[in-house]
C-alpha cells in the first residue's frame, strides 16, 4: 500500500453517540476536532501534531449525562481507523516507543501493533477533572483504542506531576511511538510483514 492511501474514514452511530473521523497515518499533524469536550480535543490535537497525523473529529454525544459515552466511543473510532489506516501491516516497522517529557513529567509509550490488544496503564492522577474531561477517562480512552485497534500498548507515567502534563505527555507520547510504529520500513524487510510467522 502506497503511503499517501493510508487514509481511513469512520463512522459510527448509536443512541449515546454520532461520530465522524478521518485520519491520514502519513499526515502533516493538522487537526481539526469537535468532541464538545475542550480538554479532550486538546489532548487529541497533541496526538495529531506530534505524530504527524491528519485527523477530522465530529462528534454529537450525550454530554448532559457526562463525558463517558463520547470519549469512550472516539477511542473505538480511532482505533478502528488506526487499525485500516495501516492495513495488513506490511512494510511497517510494528513496534514504537517514546519517552517523552513535559516540565517535571516523564511518560513512557510503547506500541506494538500484533493484532492482539493489551493495554498497561500506570499514571497516578489525583484530581477528579481535566477541564470538562473526567480524569479517569484518560485510561478510558487508550483502552478502547488499543482493543479495538489490536495493539499492545504500554503508557506509565514514570516522574508524576502536573495532573495536566501527565495527561498531556501521555498522549504526545503516544502519538510518537505510534508514528514509529506506522511508519515505513526502508531496509531489507520493506515488503514483508515484520513477524517470524508471516503474518499480523
Known amino acids: 500500500m502506497e503511503r499517501r492511501d493510508r487514509i481511513s474514514e469512520r463512522s459510527r452511530v448509536t443512541s449515546e453517540t454520532k461520530i465522524n473521523l478521518t485520519f491520514n497515518v502519513d499526515g502533516t499533524g493538522s487537526s481539526q476536532l469537535h468532541s464538545g469536550i475542550p480538554f479532550f480535543d486538546h489532548m487529541l490535537s497533541g496526538f495529531a501534531k506530534h505524530g504527524i497525523f491528519d485527523m477530522t473529529l465530529n462528534v454529537e454525544g450525550d454530554l448532559e449525562v457526562d463525558c463517558h459515552h463520547t470519549i ?72 478502547t483504542v488499543s482493543y479495538s485497534a489490536g495493539m499492545n500498548l504500554h503508557l506509565k507515567v514514570l516522574t508524576p506531576g502536573n ?16 508514528d514509529m510504529a506506522s511508519s515505513k520500513e526502508t531496509r531489507a524487510l520493506k515488503d514483508e510483514v515484520m513477524s517470524t510467522k508471516g503474518s499480523l
Open 72 to 143: 469512550e466511543d472516539t477511542g473505538i473510532v480511532l482505533g478502528e481507523a488506526i487499525k485500516e489506516a495501516v492495513g495488513d501491516k506490511r512494510g511497517i516497522k510494528r513496534y514504537g516507543h517514546f519517552i517523552l517529557p513535559m516540565d517535571e513529567t516523564l511518560v513512557l509509550c510503547a506500541i506494538d501493533l500484533s493484532g492482539r490488544p493489551y493495554l498497561s496503564f500506570e499514571a497516578p492522577f489525583t484530581v477528579d477533572t481535566l477541564g470538562s474531561m473526567d480524569t479517569e477517562m484518560v485510561r478510558e480512552f487508550f483502552y
Open 163 to 178: 495532573n495536566h502534563h501527565m495527561a498531556e505527555a501521555l498522549f504526545k507520547a503516544f502519538g510518537k511511538a505510534l
